[in-house]
Every structure is written in C-alpha cells, then in structure tokens.
C-alpha cells in the first residue's frame, strides 16, 4: 500500500505560479510512476502529467504542455508539479497517483493509487 498526501493548492491569479506536492508513504520501495491529474466541477477527471520511476520519461496534457512541469525526489518520496502561467481553466481539484508501472501512464485505470486531492482555484 502507498498512501500520498497532496499540499500547495490554493488561490492563484491568472498569470501566477503555484507548486504542488504530493509525497507518498508506505511501500515507497517499490518503483511506481507518478501522475497528476485534475477534475473541474462538472467535468470529468483529466490527464495533467506523468513521470517513469527514473525521472527520465515525461508526459504532459496538451493543454499544460510548456507552462506545468513534473518533477519527481526519489529521495524524499515527492513528486512535484511546477505550475506557472495560471489560468482560469486551471481551476480544478488536482490528484495525485501512483501506477505500479516503471512506464508513463496516461489513463487513471493504470493506477492504483490516489491522494485525497488539492484544490487549485485561478482568479481572472
């Protein structure tokens, strides 16, 4: 089992910047990738980024791809995502995931694990 505790949500203006975090707990041994993903009211939840258990693969959505960058501490259990030129659209509830995987996942079935979710609210 891993548990993972996102943190670093908040109220950002458009334009702003916020870093979440998501560190994970348990059974940190084994080699898991980690994805973020997001669900805006209404809506259904999204892909946002995903990164190997190496750090050496990435995948960002679209929509973030050279504004949100994912980043991972194998050492500090943590993984990152750097979120800079905010916009309204960004507003979500954003997860983080672990996949029991060494290969970037995009889809949410591949993983088996989920924080509890961190909430990122965008003022225009």
């Known amino acids: 089992q891993v548990q993972l505790v996102e943190s670093g949500g908040g109220l950002a203006q458009a334009g702003g910047s916020l870093r979440l975090s998501c560190a994970a707990s348990?059974?940190?041994?084994?080699?898991?990738?980690m994805g973020w993903f997001r669900q805006a009211p209404g809506k259904e939840r999204e892909f946002v980024a995903a990164?190997?258990?190496?750090?050496?693969?990435?995948s960002h959505a679209e929509a973030v791809k050279g504004r949100f960058t994912i980043s991972r501490d194998n050492a500090k259990n943590t993984v990152y995502l750097q979120m800079n030129s905010l916009k309204p659209e960004d507003t979500a509830v954003y997860y983080c995931?672990?996949?029991?995987?060494?290969?970037?996942?995009?889809?949410?079935?591949?993983?088996?694990?989920w924080g509890q979710g961190t909430q990122v609210t965008v003022s225009s």
């Open positions: 348990g059974r940190t041994s084994d080699r898991y990738t």
């Open positions: 990164i190997s258990w190496s750090g050496a693969s990435t």
């Open positions: 995931a672990a996949a029991q995987s060494i290969w970037v996942a995009t889809t949410a079935s591949r993983y088996d694990y």
